[in-house]
């Protein structure tokens, strides 16, 4: 069955850093685009990152840029987000996504809290 697991979450200090990883089986992940998105506490969610099948061309929330870099490897079936100079406002639950046509599937989720 389809599993899209995230970790590396947890609570930083402003100006740290964290590495997410999400761990894909059951699907071809190489065909799918992947996707970070993240919700925090009252707000919607929001898509940070998104990283293309093809040629691995990313996009980024114009919030995160310079500061996140989303990376894939199609050999480990695996999606990073590398996230620096994290912000109090980066706090939330940062989800997984998997997303190809009208096909998406998403993980648990990992927390991520930025505060001193």
């Not at 850093?17 to 699907?27: D, H, Q, T």
């Not at 999606?79 to 939330?92: C, F």
Request: proline share 3%; with cysteine.
């Amino acid at each position: 069955q389809v599993q899209l697991v995230e970790s590396g979450g947890g609570l930083v200090q402003p100006g740290g850093s964290l590495r997410l990883s999400c761990a894909a089986s059951g699907f071809t992940f190489s065909s799918y685009a992947m996707r970070w998105y993240r919700q925090a506490p009252g707000k919607e969610r929001e898509l940070v990152a998104t990283i293309m099948s093809i040629e691995s061309i990313t996009i980024y929330l114009d919030s995160v840029k310079g500061r996140f870099t989303i990376s894939r490897d199609n050999a480990k079936n695996t999606v990073y987000l590398q996230m620096n100079s994290l912000k109090p406002e980066d706090t939330a639950v940062y989800h997984c996504n998997a997303h190809r046509l009208a096909t998406d599937y998403w993980g648990q989720g990992t927390q991520v809290t930025v505060s001193s």
